[in-house]
Structures are given as structure tokens and as C-alpha cells.
């Protein structure tokens, strides 16, 4: 299970607190913080506009590059080639 910066960034829309929250939460249940890096950004940029969120595109570039499965209650999310867990 990994979590993203992108994910940590879109909690502190909420508050920092609870991104530090869902950082140590997902930390302590056995998750590695997954740097964004420059072939995930290319991915999501040739992505189809499947899905427009552009967190959601960076988190399934992510889950392409690295042969990870991705999890999302999205239905959105099955249309790309990718590993998924329904959440």
C-alpha cells in the first residue's frame, strides 16, 4: 500500500492536522510514502481525459509505473490499465 504526496496534499485542504493524521495513520498500517517523480508526471500528461481529477491521474500513473495496485471507489478508475482494488 503506498500513499502519495499528492494525497498528503490534497488532506491539507482540509487541515494540516489531519493530513498529519492520515500520513501517520497510513504509515503505522504498513503504507511507504511514494515520491512523485518525473516518469510519473509524463504518464499522467498522456493519459486519455478518462478522468479530469488530476490527483486521481497521478496516483493511477503511479500504480502503472511502479506494478502496483491501485484502490479507489472510482469506476472511472477500471477504464486505465492498471491493478484494482475496489475500495
Given at each position: 500500500?503506498?500513499?502519495?504526496?499528492?494525497?498528503?496534499?490534497?488532506?491539507?485542504?482540509?487541515?494540516?492536522?489531519?493530513?498529519?493524521?492520515?500520513?501517520?495513520?497510513?504509515?503505522?498500517?504498513?503504507?511507504?510514502?511514494?515520491?512523485?517523480?518525473?516518469?510519473?508526471?509524463?504518464?499522467?500528461?498522456?493519459?486519455?481525459?478518462i478522468h479530469e481529477d488530476p490527483f486521481d491521474r497521478l496516483i493511477i500513473a503511479q500504480a502503472r509505473i511502479e506494478g502496483m495496485t491501485a484502490?479507489?471507489?472510482?469506476?472511472?478508475?477500471?477504464?486505465?490499465?492498471?491493478?484494482?482494488?475496489?475500495?
Open positions: 500500500m503506498t500513499a502519495t504526496g499528492g494525497q498528503l496534499f490534497d488532506q491539507l485542504a482540509w487541515k494540516e492536522r489531519d493530513a498529519l493524521n492520515f500520513r501517520d495513520q497510513s504509515l503505522a498500517a504498513g503504507a511507504a510514502l511514494l515520491t512523485i517523480n518525473e516518469a510519473h508526471a509524463i504518464e499522467t500528461a498522456a493519459f486519455p481525459g484502490v479507489s471507489s472510482d469506476a472511472r478508475w477500471s477504464e486505465y490499465s492498471i491493478a484494482l482494488r475496489r475500495a
